[in-house]
C-alpha cells in the first residue's frame, strides 16, 4: 500500500447533460488511502451543455468538439492519467446508471495492494451474492454478455460473471499493460488483455439501473451488435489462444474429409471400383488437406504469439520510460 495515492475519476459522456451535475455532486470526495482526487470528464462530441457543466462543478475538461468513439476516448484517459501520474483511474458512466457512492469500493482493493484491476459485476446481487438479470436489460445484451464473460473465462483460467461492464478501476500497472486497437469499444478486450497478462483482477457487485427509454450509445442496432460481439470473440480465440482457435477450426474439415475417405475405401473394398463416387474421394482429400493447412497456421500462429508477447513488454517498458521523471 502506498502511502499517498492519488485518484483520477473519469467520466466520459456524450450529451449527459441532464445527469453530469448529480453525478459530479455525488461522487465521495474523501476515500480512504486517497490523498488527491481529482474528476476528469472527456466530452466525445456533446452537441448539449454537459462540459459547461462539468467545468462549473470542479471538474477538469477535456473536449475537442469530434465524437471519436468511446475505446478512442478510454486510451485519451488513460494517458492523461499516466502523464499527470495518478496511482489510480476510476471510469464511471455519466448517466448515472451506476451509483457513484460505490467508488470507493473499486478503490479499496487497488489502495490495500490486492488487486491490479476491478472491474463491476452486473450480473451478481450484492446482497445475495446470487446470479441475476438486471431489470430492463435486452435478453440480447445479456446473454451477449454471459457469452463473453464464458470465453474470456474460459481463456483466463478463471472464473468471471461481467467482462464487459464499464465502471472500473485501474492502478499504474494495468494502465501500462493496456494496449486497446478498437474504436468503439474497449471493455472486453482490455479484460482479454489484462487476464491474459497475468494482473490481479478483483470484481465488485454493483447496483445497476436501464432506463426503458434510454438508447445505447454503444449497442445502436442489436443485428450489429450480435456480430460485433461475435468478431470479438473470435478474435479473442484467435489472439490468445492461437493453436486452439486453429486446431478447432481444422477439426470440422479433417475429420468431415476423412469420412469420405474412409467412405469411398470402404466402398472400393466391396466393389473394386470408385464409380461414381470419385467426386466423394475428391471432396475428403481436399476437407483432409484444408484441415492440416488450418493446423499448421495454428503453429505458427502459435509462434507468431510469443514474438507480440515480446512487444508489448517492449511497448510497456517504453510507455514508463515517457512517464519517468
Avoid at 470526495?29 to 462543478?57: P, Q
Avoid at 469499444?185 to 445497476?208: C, H, N
Wanted: glycine content about 8%.
Amino acid at each position: 500500500m502506498i502511502e499517498s495515492m492519488k485518484l483520477l475519476i473519469v467520466t466520459i459522456c456524450k450529451d449527459e447533460a441532464g445527469t453530469i451535475e448529480e453525478l459530479l455532486r455525488r461522487m465521495p470526495k474523501n476515500i480512504n488511502g486517497i490523498t488527491t482526487r481529482d474528476v476528469l470528464l472527456i466530452d466525445d462530441g456533446s452537441s448539449d451543455d454537459t462540459a459547461n457543466i462539468a467545468r462549473d462543478h470542479g471538474a477538469t475538461v477535456l473536449s475537442d468538439g469530434v465524437n471519436r468513439g468511446l475505446a478512442t476516448r478510454f486510451r485519451q484517459a488513460a494517458e492523461y492519467a499516466l502523464e499527470h501520474d495518478y496511482d489510480v483511474m476510476v471510469n464511471i458512466d455519466g448517466d448515472l446508471q451506476f451509483a457513484p457512492e460505490d467508488i470507493p469500493q473499486f478503490v479499496a482493493p487497488i489502495v490495500d495492494g490486492a488487486a491490479d484491476f476491478v472491474a463491476a459485476d452486473r450480473f451478481t446481487d450484492p446482497r445475495t451474492g446470487h446470479e441475476i438479470h438486471p431489470e430492463n436489460m435486452s435478453a440480447t445484451k445479456y446473454y451477449g454478455n454471459k457469452l463473453g464473460a464464458h470465453i474470456v473465462s474460459n481463456l483466463s483460467h478463471q472464473q468471471f460473471r461481467d467482462v464487459t461492464c464499464g465502471f472500473r478501476s485501474y492502478n499504474r500497472d494495468a494502465l501500462y499493460a493496456l494496449n486497446i486497437n478498437g474504436r468503439h469499444t474497449y471493455t472486453q478486450e482490455s479484460f482479454q488483455v489484462l487476464a491474459a497478462k497475468g494482473l490481479r483482477i478483483a470484481t465488485v457487485p454493483v447496483v445497476v439501473k436501464y432506463f426503458k427509454d434510454r438508447k445505447s450509445r454503444v449497442v445502436t442496432s442489436i443485428p450489429k451488435y450480435i456480430a460485433t460481439s461475435g468478431v470479438n470473440i473470435l478474435r479473442a480465440y484467435r489472439d490468445f489462444a492461437p493453436l486452439r482457435f486453429f486446431v478447432t477450426l481444422g477439426s470440422v474439415p479433417f475429420v468431415v474429409g476423412m469420412l469420405c475417405v474412409i467412405g469411398l475405401g470402404v466402398y472400393w473394398l466391396q466393389t473394386g471400383q470408385f464409380s461414381p463416387y470419385k467426386f466423394v474421394g475428391f471432396t475428403g482429400l481436399y476437407l483432409v488437406t484444408l484441415g492440416l493447412f488450418f493446423w499448421a497456421l495454428g503453429i505458427l500462429a502459435d509462434m507468431q504469439v510469443r514474438i507480440l508477447n515480446n512487444q508489448e513488454k517492449t511497448y510497456e517498458a517504453l510507455r514508463r520510460l515517457s512517464h519517468k521523471k
